[in-house]
């Protein structure tokens, strides 16, 4: 038997939960609820609810949706859904043929058990600007899909992160594609972090020409290789000042370059 | 939900973690909690033989899926698992606070690919925690569970695994 004490253990705030069996019934979801989220892997969402950080009146679990989760051939590049895991692009033999960059990138996203759970088009929607994803969606020039009641809409990547884990997608609308161009040029994703596995104090992602940093702004940045630090105001904190974060740009843009 | 092949009673709450619920409700405290916000994967469990961070998931999330804890890997009074078996051999584990954790990462690892190249095998413990050790020993007990799991290495390795139970 559960004791009351035992019953307030609980970390996150009160919420209510719904758990669709579509993507057209997660739409309608979103449309009809008061301040919902969408709940997908977990691995950034879960933390923030934990500590509190995060109150959304309503979760749509969207785990329960078959079909979303297929990593599949388009345009010439690699569409994932919004339920393929993190660890199962990472495994992916069209991604490693197609997009290798993006393979590699997955290698530095946390850790493989974060990964087991974690979602490619949860990250881009969270959008945080240290994580690595975004910024390789932004080097490629990929695009997402969002999906609501009212239809379905591509943002391009240079429009989708508007401030820190704050994108363009409306709050009813669901990502459920990202798409990313295949990376048969030069590519390189380097970043430098405190240990292996923690959100980088700064990162370079090369796609052939283009140049994309995260880290060092409220979003993931395209950058001009010939001055890749120009214009940046990086924040400083105990991991890091502004001027080390800026000196890892420069380091890490002539390692890319050199790739 | 089946939780070591058990089936369970739906959780009360929605927001009741899945780490909460095994600890709590079902009295399986061999999961540990430190952080719970996924960085020292003290809390790692199987989730359809896949390791996740109980503390990230919801319990409700758990329906219709089977949870492999701890307490799931060997019977009471019989063999150890092999990866168990491992970390007692190379001394794997001081005060234990994050053992579960290490040894649920490398059995979800072993499960889905027996014979690991060695960086596989160290990634699949980088995402885990350990304040005593200092991490030499156990990363011998994960090579040693590799070898203890490996179909060729079975026979001098201990029985009754209990994989597929």
């Not at chain 1, 591509?154 to 994108?167: C, K, P, Q, R």
Request: charge should be neutral; proline fraction near 6%.
């Amino acid at each position: 038997m559960q004791s009351r004490r035992d019953a307030r253990r609980v970390k996150p705030p009160p919420f209510g939960y719904h758990a669709p069996g579509s993507v057209e019934e997660a739409c309608a979801l979103l449309a009809s609820l008061d301040d919902p989220k969408v709940l997908a892997g977990g691995q950034s969402l879960v933390p923030l609810l934990n500590f509190r950080l995060a109150r959304p009146q309503h979760l749509v679990d969207i785990n329960r949706i078959d079909g979303l989760d297929r990593i599949y051939e388009r345009d010439g590049g690699v569409a994932v859904q919004a339920l393929a895991r993190q660890a199962a692009v990472e495994d992916s033999s069209l991604v490693a043929r197609v997009c290798p960059l993006l393979g590699d990138a997955m290698r530095l996203v946390a850790h493989r058990v974060i990964r087991n759970r974690g979602t490619v088009c949860g990250s881009l929607a969270h959008a945080d600007p240290a994580s690595e994803l975004p910024a390789v969606l932004l080097a490629l020039g990929g695009h997402v899909v969002a999906r609501s009641a009212r239809g379905e809409r591509t943002i391009a990547s240079d429009g989708l992160f508007t401030g820190v884990m704050e994108t363009a997608l409306a709050a009813d609308e669901l990502l459920v594609e990202a798409w990313f161009p295949a990376s048969t040029a030069k590519y390189a994703i380097l970043e430098e972090s405190r240990r292996h596995g923690d959100f980088a104090l700064a990162g370079v992602v090369r796609a052939g020409e283009r140049l994309a940093l995260f880290g060092v702004a409220p979003t993931p940045v395209l950058a001009d290789a010939s001055d890749p630090t120009r214009g940046l105001q990086p924040s400083g904190d105990l991991e890091a000042t502004p001027e080390f974060r800026l000196h890892l740009i420069r380091v890490l843009t002539e390692k890319a370059l050199a790739a | 939900m089946k939780v070591n092949g058990v089936d369970r009673p739906a959780p009360a709450e929605p927001r009741r973690l899945l780490s909460d619920y095994l600890r709590h409700d079902l009295g399986l405290t061999g999961t540990h909690v430190g952080c719970e916000h996924g960085v020292c994967g003290c809390c790692t469990v199987l989730l359809d033989g896949v390791a996740v961070r109980s503390c990230l998931m919801l319990a409700v999330q758990g329906e219709g899926h089977q949870v492999t804890t701890i307490e799931g890997l060997a019977q009471d009074g019989g063999p150890l698992h092999p990866v168990q078996q491992a970390f007692h051999e190379c001394h794997g584990l001081q005060c234990g606070f994050c053992t579960p954790g290490f040894v649920m990462s490398v059995v979800g690892l072993l499960q889905k690919n027996p014979n690991p190249t060695r960086e596989q095998l160290e990634e699949s413990i980088t995402g885990n925690l350990c304040r005593c050790t200092g991490y030499a020993s156990i990363r011998r007990a994960a090579h040693r569970a590799a070898e203890l799991s490996s179909p060729l290495e079975g026979k001098s390795g201990p029985k009754g695994r209990d994989r597929g139970q």
